[in-house]
Structures are given as C-alpha cells and as structure tokens.
DNA sequence: ACATCCCGCCAAGTG
DNA sequence: CACTTGGCGGGATGT
C-alpha cells in the first residue's frame, strides 16, 4: 500500500510542507521506492546535510555503496544526492567538476555521465569543457520545456502515441492479429516511426540562454541519451494525458528499424536507456511512475509532475524580438559550424565552448531571472501555477501584460487602418500563440481517461470560426488565450528560439527506410484515418514481432511510392555537413531527384543561404520549429473550424509543391522532418533567427529547390515546415509574382514573396516580430485581396518595415541575406525588443495563418482523424491507476 | 517469471 | 596514445 500511496502523499506533502529541500528529497525518495522510503530516515539525515555536508553524506554513501543494495545504488537516488549537492537556482554558476562528483558521490564515474546527460537534455548543466559542467539548475527548465513541448507538438508524437495506442488495443482484439496488414498499423507506424528515426536520430535542441556547448553538442553523434530524454520528455508535454507508458515511449523512440527481428532487442535496450532516463527524471521529480491498465493488464508507465506550464516559447508576438534574437540555433552538427555560427567572429577554432562573453551575458540574464524569480528550494513553484511561470520576472510580467492590451487592441481590432487586420481570423491566430502560452490552461486534461477522445473531437469540429472554447486538448487552439498567452512570454529569455539540431541520420542502416517513413507518415495518417481499416494492428506487436517489420516494409512499399519520392525528396536531408557546398549539391539532387537522400535523413533542407550558413542552420533549425508550430497551429485551427477532410486531402499537395515538384508527399515531409528534431539548442542570441524562418518559408514558396540548398546545407535543415506551410497558403496566390526571387528586395525587407509571404508573416508572427500589421499585409496579400490590401506590393515592404516598425529587416551577416543568390534572397530581421513589438505586434496576421492552414489542413485532419478513432481506443485503455496502488 | 536497471566492457571522440 | 564520453547489453536484483 504505502507505496501506491505515495503519489497522492507527496501531493499532499508538498502542499503541506514544500518547505524544505530536503522534504523534497524525501519525497521523492519515498517515490522511488518503498523501502528507500523505509529508509528515509536515514538518507534523510544525509539529505539534510548533503547540501552543507557533501562530503560527510558523500563518504557515507560511498561507504556504504558497496554494501549498498541495488536500489541504494540506483541512478535516481544518486541523482538526488547529486542535486541535492547543488541549488535549483544558483546564482552565479556553479562549476561541476565530473571527478569530483564521482569521488564525493562515490560512483564510477559513468553513472555520473548519465545524470549529466540527462540534466543537460534539460539544460540544468551544459558541458563546458571537458571534466567540467556548469550547472544551471532549473533556471532555464521552464524554458526548456516550453521548447521541448513545442518540438514535440511539431513532431505530432501525440499522433504517434495515439497510433501506437490504437495499434495496441486493436492487437488486443486480436482478431487479425496475425496478419499483417500492414495498412493501418503499419504504415502508421511507419510514418511515425520514420520520421521519428530519421528525425529523431539526433536532434538535440538547445536553449537560448544556455550556451551551446558545441562541444557536447557537435561530436558525437551520440547524444542519443540527451536526445532520448529530450524525446521522453516531449511525449509527456504533448500528450494529453499527462501519462506515458514505457513501452509506448520505447516505440515511438525506436526509430523504426525495419528489421522487427532487432525490434525485440532495441526495444529492451531502449526500455533500459528510458528507466535511466525516468529516474533522473523522478528525481527531478518531474515524473513519477504509475501503472497504467490497459485491457490487457498494467503497464508500467510515468505521470508528468512537472510544471504544466511553459512559458511561452514566444513566438508570438510578445517577445518576439528579443526571444528570437537571443535564442540561437547551432546546429550543424560540425562543430566547425557551431562554433562559426555561434560566433560569427572569427573565433574560430574554439568557439565551441562558447563565447565568454555570451555567456556571460546569457548568464547575468540568467542571475537576473533567478533572483527575481528567486525560487525557493520547494518544490512549490512547480505546481502549475500560473501559466505565468516560475521564471520570468517581473518584468517579464509587465511585458506580457503589454502585449495583452495590445493584442486585445487588435484584436478588438480596432484599427481597421490595416487592411490585413480585417481578418476575424486575426484573433485566430492570436490565439495560437495564446494558446501556446498562456492558455496553457493547462492542458485540459489531466484525465487520463477521456481526453483523448474528447480533446479531439472538440478540436475538430467545433470551432469553427473562432474558437471557442473548447479548449483543445491541444493546447493551442483556443482563441481565448491569446491575450494571455502574451503574458507568459518571457521575454526573450524565455525563449526564444530554439533550435533544433537535426543530425544527419547516422547512418543508421537499419532503416533505410527513412525517408519513407517519414513521408508516409503523414500520409499515412490520412489513409489510416480513411483508409484504415482496421487492420489489425500487426503492428500491434510492435516492437517484437518480426512481422511488424514485415509490415513495415510492405507499408511503405504500398504507401507510396509516392510519399516516399516525396519524403526524400523533401526529407532531403540536411546534413550536418558543414559544407554549404556539398549540402548544397545534396539539396539539389534531392530536390530534383526526389528523393534519395534518404541517407542523410535529414530532414529538412533548408533554406539557409551560404551566409546563414553562419547563423546557421540552427536558425533555420529554429524557423523550423516556429513554422511548425504555426502550421500545427493552423491545422489544429483549421481542423477545428474547417473539414477535416479536406484539409486532409488538399493540404498535401499544396505544400508538396512547393518544395519538389513532383511529389506530393513533400509536404509531410517537411511535416515530418520537422517533427523529428534532435536536440534543442537555443539559440542564444542569433538575431537572424526570425529571418531565417522567414526566409526560409519563403524560399520555399519559391518552390525551387534550390532553396533548398541553400538552406540545407548549413544548418540543415529545417525547411519542411516552411514548404508545408507556403504551398498551401496560396490559394490565393496572388501574387503570384511573388516569386521568391523576385523580391529579393522584399526580402530584404523582410518581406516575402508572395507565396511565402504568408508563411513569413506567420513566422514573424509567431515570433512576435512582426505586428499584425505588417503580417497582415503580407498576408492579405497573398491571400486575399490584392485590392484592398493595402497595397500589397509595394506596401509590403513598406509595410513590413513600419508596421514592423518592430520589424527590423537586416542582414544578419554582413553578406548575407540578399543574396540568397539563386533565388533566395535571404533577409534577416532582427526584431527589435519584445517591447517595441509589443506593442503593435499583437495583431497578427492571422490571414496569412489562416491560409496557411489550409495546407496544414490536411495534417490537422489527419491528426485528427487519426486521433479520433484511436484516441478514444486509447482512452479506454488507459486507466491510470496512479501508481501502484496495491491491492 | 518478469520488471527494473546496475555494471562495466569497449568503442568513439578528444586532446 | 591516453583519457574522456557514453552506447550497449549481460545479467543481477527486486517483486
């Protein structure tokens, strides 16, 4: 019983007495095991005094480590007298020093290495150099996970779960078991799968304050450990149900190997990478651990503790500017690239640890945070709260609330001076971002049970014109949050972009699939939802059986050709290479081709031009997860308000068009690329971030790969959302003219192309660069009215530059931008500070979202369609049983 | 019998 | 080349 218990003990507990660190410790303690907890007393003297007494604590538990049980040696009480050593929000920084920790905890010193790389997955430490790391604490954890929630929303892993889910009930029933039907589930699983493993194989994403550590970051490709727990840690943020069960987690991290026969063998080590992972996690107490009781019995999964909020990663338009600006993307792998792109001084060689003086100032934004903040040892502050959070500052606080009015201006929309503005679908958009954010009303549900079915649905249909309220288990959605939202946004420490690393595939032979997978993915959502038939979930077995790679492989074969083409094409891959130029050739060949770059999953190219290239590819990493997110939004959007199906089917083709003519499948593949990212990096302070994303979609629109190219090979990658999201916006094409190269000006300023105007507008609006007004323009533009608009064409430019008054195009490097050369004209906006944005920023031009939906609309209806059924399988299924409850 | 996951070999990277 | 990192999976320990 005890045990079982515990979770709610500790609740109360908290509540009751959060007051020390140490009860923390003992709580999660007792989470972590009964007779720990027995035990308590004991390790509770030691907690005490860990933090003064290291050394004594230390030497007893080292003393004792041998005659330790197994539990007493288990990482997660090692990780809690490791932090128990340090503050959760130190001031200045605190150096690790790995031998030292090793001796005073007294544990070799590879136990050490996983907690570190964990910790680092949440930007608690970064490696600074060799034996050494810098601890942060959970100063940047709020920010961190704002990232994370978003690279995981990109990725759809709610989808995925939903998948995996269905597949495992429908294996329940069984009934077809034994066939293979490689439809539904597999192809699901496929695109999961792929794009996961194209993807996921390394995307690390860093944070903007944090220093990158080029270090850590670039070299090996491993990271698989900090990817993982980055990955692990999205499925909680995402899903809806705050709970993940092991095995749910181990297949979506799988990437999918085709080969089933290995499945049972990755699946077993990847179950084991994840308890590692969990126990860091638990004691940071950012899980805990339940039974979840499936029809088929329980299952042994993890509840999401940890603060339900996120401050809002801000893209939106509250702290656009600056977050953007200081969030970085580093991102190509190569470190050469890291490091250049980190410092565009000539640092050079060593850059990778980092620019002191970034960090210095990352750091003294970072001190500033936390004294305001000043959190308390307890726990406390995790509960949710507000969607506020924890770290933002005061001033954070007075921005948000700048925002707020102002987007409440807009949106009331007074000012029918900008044309754009007309859009009811102004609000819309805010919303997004509110949702994001401040809506954060929390995910709505907690409820295991239900939300699955009941987030969707609502999503979906309802709303469709604005949204109401219904929350979507989504958490975007609802209108009504925008104004809130804006609140949250920290300013630009909170976020600011992120960047989001993709690795190059390793060479992950196993699946070759790749680039199909990821294609199909998305594809296959469609199909599944119509298509899919019941089938029995082969895939049911998932991980195990062999068949399932059977069915895989006939998936993907019967999916598509097409998607495939299109996945490679799309997927193209970016390459960590540093090489503009090869990446590059690359770029085109896969463009042009299709597709075969699969080795190289990358996913994305993007867009960057040479001169990015500094900047990076993470920016264009980052634009990525912005574009994404703006396109998941808009699907959420669009599902909710429009046709699923439609969406669904029209979507598709839009975006493919962009990126590669032929195939259609681009679209998800960009979809899909983007999803996986690695790693989180942020950004520190790249400037260009905004600009790139905007550049890139852009490019995109431009459809000719080549932007591609250009993109990719820097930073890698990041492009697909972009393409995905231009395509579709054009119905209205307008402009048509736009051609992206056509404006190399407009870009210059900012501005897209027509196509791509939209989905710059989009970006920038999400960032928070740009003011409605200027989005709008743009956006209108290519949506509607070339009319009225306000002068599309040239006011445009004009328009972004004033409106944008917050906007500010330039270049980031000194070449860049324009140049773009091939067609890609490349603009840097460097937003200017939230405040300015602020301001006006609120409005957003929602058409360009809107429209831009449209293309998204597929996925969204995909999802959702996907979810649908699934979901309220999955919902049955699930029965948390909290924990343990023994009987 | 199964769940959890510690331990440490050994390869990839670094300096 | 020695050392640092950390993937990986055997197999011990717990339930």
Same mark, same amino acid.
């Not at 959970?138 to 704002?146: D, F, N, V």
């Given at each position: 019983?005890?045990?079982?218990?515990?979770?709610?003990?500790?609740?109360?507990?908290?509540?009751?007495?959060?007051?020390?660190?140490?009860?923390? @410790?003992?709580?999660?303690?007792?989470?972590?095991?009964?007779?720990?907890?027995?035990?308590?007393?004991?390790?509770?003297?030691?907690?005490?005094?860990?933090?003064?007494?290291?050394?004594?604590? =230390?030497?007893?538990?080292?003393?004792?480590?041998?005659? @330790?049980?197994?539990?007493?040696?288990?990482?997660?009480?090692?990780?809690?007298? +490791?932090?128990?050593?340090?503050?959760?929000?130190?001031?200045?920084?605190?150096?690790?020093?790995?031998?030292?920790?090793?001796?005073?905890?007294?544990?070799?010193?590879?136990?050490?290495?996983?907690?570190?790389?964990?910790?680092?997955?949440?930007?608690?430490?970064?490696?600074?150099?060799?034996?050494?790391?810098?601890?942060?604490?959970?100063?940047?954890?709020?920010?961190?996970?704002?990232?994370?929630?978003?690279?995981?929303?990109?990725? *759809?892993?709610?989808?995925?779960?939903?998948?995996?889910?269905?597949?495992?009930?429908?294996?329940?029933?069984?009934?077809?078991?034994?066939?293979?039907? =490689?439809?539904?589930?597999?192809?699901?699983?496929?695109?999961?799968?792929?794009?996961?493993?194209?993807?996921?194989?390394?995307?690390?994403?860093?944070?903007?304050?944090?220093?990158?550590?080029?270090?850590?970051?670039?070299?090996?490709?491993?990271?698989?450990?900090?990817?993982?727990?980055?990955? +692990?840690?999205?499925?909680?943020?995402?899903?809806?149900?705050?709970?993940?069960?092991?095995?749910?987690?181990?297949?979506?991290?799988?990437?999918?190997?085709?080969?089933?026969?290995?499945?049972?063998?990755?699946?077993?080590?990847?179950?084991?990478?994840?308890?590692?992972?969990?126990?860091?996690?638990?004691?940071?107490?950012?899980?805990?651990?339940?039974?979840?009781?499936?029809?088929?019995?329980?299952?042994?999964?993890?509840?999401?503790?940890?603060?339900?909020?996120?401050?809002?990663?801000?893209?939106?338009?509250?702290?656009?500017?600056?977050?953007?600006?200081?969030?970085?993307?580093?991102?190509?792998?190569?470190?050469?690239?890291?490091?250049?792109?980190?410092?565009?001084?000539?640092?050079?060689?060593?850059?990778?640890?980092?620019?002191?003086?970034?960090?210095?100032?990352?750091?003294?934004?970072? =001190?500033? *945070?936390?004294?305001?903040?000043?959190?308390?040892?307890?726990?406390?502050?995790?509960?949710?709260?507000?969607?506020?959070?924890?770290?933002?500052?005061?001033?954070?606080?007075?921005?948000?609330?700048?925002?707020?009015?102002?987007?409440?201006?807009?949106?009331?929309?007074?000012?029918?001076? *900008?044309?754009?503005?007309?859009?009811?679908?102004?609000?819309?958009?805010?919303?997004?971002?509110?949702?994001?954010?401040?809506?954060?009303?929390?995910?709505?549900? *907690?409820?295991?049970?239900?939300?699955?079915?009941?987030?969707?649905?609502?999503?979906?249909?309802?709303?469709?014109?604005?949204?109401?309220?219904?929350?979507?288990?989504?958490?975007?959605?609802?209108?009504?949050?925008?104004?809130?939202?804006?609140? @949250?946004?920290?300013?630009?420490?909170?976020?600011?972009?992120?960047?989001?690393?993709?690795?190059?595939?390793?060479?992950?032979?196993?699946?070759?699939?790749?680039?199909?997978?990821?294609?199909?993915?998305?594809?296959?959502?469609?199909?599944?939802?119509?298509?899919?038939?019941?089938?029995?979930?082969?895939?049911?077995?998932?991980?195990?059986?062999?068949?399932?790679?059977?069915?895989?492989?006939?998936?993907?074969?019967?999916?598509?050709?097409?998607?495939?083409?299109?996945?490679?094409?799309?997927?193209?891959?970016?390459?960590?290479?540093?090489?503009?130029?090869?990446?590059?050739?690359?770029?085109?060949?896969?463009?042009?081709?299709?597709?075969?770059?699969?080795?190289?999953?990358?996913?994305?190219?993007?867009?960057?031009?040479?001169?990015?290239?500094?900047?990076?590819?993470?920016?264009?990493?980052?634009?990525?997860?912005?574009?994404?997110?703006?396109?998941?939004?808009?699907?959420?959007?669009?599902?909710?308000?429009?046709?699923?199906?439609?969406?669904?089917?029209?979507?598709?083709?839009?975006?493919?068009?962009?990126?590669?003519?032929?195939?259609?499948?681009?679209?998800?593949?960009?979809?899909?690329?983007?999803?996986?990212?690695?790693?989180?990096?942020?950004?520190?302070?790249?400037?260009?971030?905004?600009?790139?994303?905007?550049?890139?979609?852009?490019?995109?629109?431009?459809?000719?790969?080549?932007?591609?190219?250009?993109?990719?090979?820097?930073?890698?990658?990041?492009?697909?959302?972009?393409?995905?999201?231009?395509?579709?916006?054009?119905?209205?094409?307008?402009?048509?003219?736009?051609?992206?190269?056509?404006?190399?000006?407009?870009?210059?300023?900012?501005?897209?192309?027509?196509?791509?105007?939209?989905?710059?507008?989009?970006?920038?609006?999400?960032?928070?660069?740009?003011?409605?007004?200027?989005?709008?323009?743009?956006?209108?533009?290519?949506?509607?009215?070339?009319?009225?608009?306000?002068?599309?064409?040239?006011?445009?430019?004009?328009?972004?530059?004033?409106?944008?008054?917050?906007?500010?195009?330039?270049?980031?490097?000194?070449?860049?931008?324009?140049?773009?050369?091939?067609?890609?004209?490349?603009?840097?906006?460097?937003?200017?500070?939230?405040?300015?944005?602020?301001?006006?920023?609120?409005?957003?031009?929602?058409?360009?979202?809107?429209?831009?939906?449209?293309?998204?609309?597929?996925?969204?209806?995909?999802?959702?369609?996907?979810?649908?059924?699934?979901?309220?399988?999955?919902?049955?299924?699930?029965?948390?049983?909290?924990?343990?409850?023994?009987?």
């Amino acid at each position: 019983m005890g045990p079982l218990t515990t979770p709610t003990k500790r609740r109360d507990v908290r509540s009751v007495d959060p007051w020390t660190p140490t009860s923390n @410790l003992k709580m999660l303690i007792s989470a972590a095991s009964p007779d720990i907890r027995n035990r308590e007393k004991e390790l509770c003297l030691d907690h005490e005094g860990v933090e003064s007494l290291d050394a004594s604590q =230390e030497s007893k538990l080292g003393e004792d480590a041998e005659k @330790l049980s197994r539990k007493e040696k288990s990482l997660g009480l090692l990780c809690h007298r +490791f932090l128990a050593r340090y503050p959760d929000y130190p001031g200045p920084a605190h150096d690790i020093c790995l031998d030292d920790v090793a001796t005073q905890l007294n544990v070799e010193r590879r136990r050490i290495y996983d907690i570190m790389n964990v910790l680092e997955s949440l930007h608690m430490v970064s490696r600074l150099v060799k034996n050494r790391y810098t601890w942060h604490g959970r100063s940047k954890l709020a920010q961190t996970l704002a990232v994370l929630r978003r690279a995981g929303e990109g990725q *759809r892993y709610r989808q995925q779960m939903q998948h995996i889910r269905q597949r495992c009930a429908e294996k329940e029933f069984d009934f077809d078991d034994g066939e293979e039907k =490689e439809n539904d589930e597999t192809l699901p699983p496929a695109d999961l799968e792929g794009p996961e493993l194209g993807q996921k194989e390394m995307s690390f994403v860093e944070l903007p304050g944090v220093e990158f550590n080029a270090v850590s970051v670039n070299s090996r490709k491993d990271k698989s450990l900090r990817v993982m727990s980055q990955k +692990f840690v999205m499925l909680f943020l995402v899903s809806d149900p705050n709970v993940v069960s092991l095995e749910v987690a181990a297949k979506i991290l799988i990437g999918e190997d085709p080969a089933a026969d290995q499945d049972k063998n990755k699946f077993k080590t990847k179950v084991r990478r994840l308890y590692d992972i969990a126990n860091v996690l638990q004691s940071l107490k950012l899980i805990e651990k339940v039974h979840v009781t499936e029809e088929r019995g329980r299952k042994t999964a993890f509840k999401w503790t940890g603060p339900a909020e996120l401050p809002t990663i801000e893209e939106p338009q509250s702290c656009p500017a600056a977050c953007r600006q200081a969030s970085r993307v580093s991102e190509p792998v190569t470190k050469e690239t890291c490091s250049k792109n980190l410092f565009s001084s000539p640092g050079g060689k060593r850059g990778f640890t980092r620019h002191p003086s970034l960090i210095k100032m990352a750091k003294s934004i970072q =001190e500033d *945070r936390r004294k305001i903040n000043s959190a308390p040892t307890s726990p406390a502050k995790s509960a949710l709260g507000d969607s506020s959070n924890q770290d933002f500052p005061s001033k954070m606080a007075q921005l948000a609330a700048i925002c707020k009015i102002k987007l409440d201006q807009q949106s009331s929309r007074a000012k029918g001076s *900008r044309p754009g503005s007309s859009d009811p679908g102004a609000n819309k958009p805010e919303t997004h971002r509110g949702k994001a954010r401040g809506q954060r009303e929390e995910m709505p549900v *907690r409820t295991p049970t239900q939300e699955p079915a009941a987030c969707t649905t609502p999503h979906l249909t309802p709303r469709p014109p604005q949204q109401p309220a219904p929350p979507s288990s989504i958490s975007y959605l609802p209108a009504g949050g925008s104004p809130l939202i804006p609140v @949250l946004l920290p300013q630009q420490h909170s976020g600011g972009p992120y960047a989001v690393f993709l690795h190059a595939l390793r060479p992950n032979p196993l699946s070759r699939p790749k680039p199909t997978s990821l294609a199909v993915r998305s594809m296959t959502f469609e199909e599944k939802t119509g298509l899919s038939p019941g089938p029995p979930g082969p895939g049911a077995p998932l991980d195990l059986s062999p068949s399932a790679t059977k069915r895989l492989s006939s998936d993907t074969a019967s999916d598509g050709s097409p998607s495939k083409a299109k996945r490679v094409g799309a997927a193209g891959h970016q390459d960590t290479s540093p090489r503009q130029g090869e990446a590059l050739h690359v770029a085109r060949l896969k463009a042009r081709r299709g597709g075969p770059a699969s080795s190289r999953p990358s996913s994305r190219a993007l867009h960057l031009d040479p001169e990015f290239v500094n900047t990076p590819g993470g920016a264009a990493a980052v634009a990525h997860q912005f574009l994404e997110e703006s396109v998941e939004t808009f699907l959420e959007t669009e599902e909710r308000g429009g046709s699923d199906s439609e969406a669904g089917l029209t979507p598709v083709p839009a975006r493919a068009v962009p990126l590669t003519p032929g195939h259609l499948n681009t679209g998800h593949l960009n979809t899909e690329t983007l999803v996986p990212a690695g790693y989180l990096i942020p950004m520190h302070s790249l400037v260009g971030y905004k600009d790139m994303q905007v550049q890139g979609g852009e490019n995109k629109k431009s459809t000719t790969p080549t932007y591609n190219i250009y993109h990719t090979p820097t930073a890698g990658s990041r492009p697909p959302h972009a393409l995905e999201i231009t395509p579709t916006g054009l119905p209205r094409p307008r402009p048509a003219g736009l051609s992206p190269q056509t404006a190399p000006a407009y870009r210059a300023h900012m501005q897209s192309p027509g196509p791509s105007p939209a989905i710059f507008n989009f970006t920038l609006q999400n960032l928070g660069l740009i003011s409605a007004g200027p989005g709008s323009a743009g956006a209108q533009q290519q949506h509607q009215t070339p009319e009225r608009g306000p002068g599309p064409g040239a006011s445009p430019l004009l328009g972004v530059h004033q409106r944008g008054g917050v906007l500010f195009v330039k270049p980031l490097s000194s070449t860049p931008l324009q140049q773009a050369g091939p067609g890609q004209p490349l603009t840097f906006i460097s937003v200017q500070q939230p405040m300015m944005t602020t301001p006006k920023g609120a409005g957003q031009p929602q058409h360009s979202f809107f429209h831009t939906p449209g293309p998204l609309s597929p996925l969204a209806a995909m999802a959702t369609h996907g979810g649908h059924a699934p979901a309220s399988a999955t919902q049955r299924k699930l029965d948390v049983s909290t924990q343990d409850s023994p009987p």
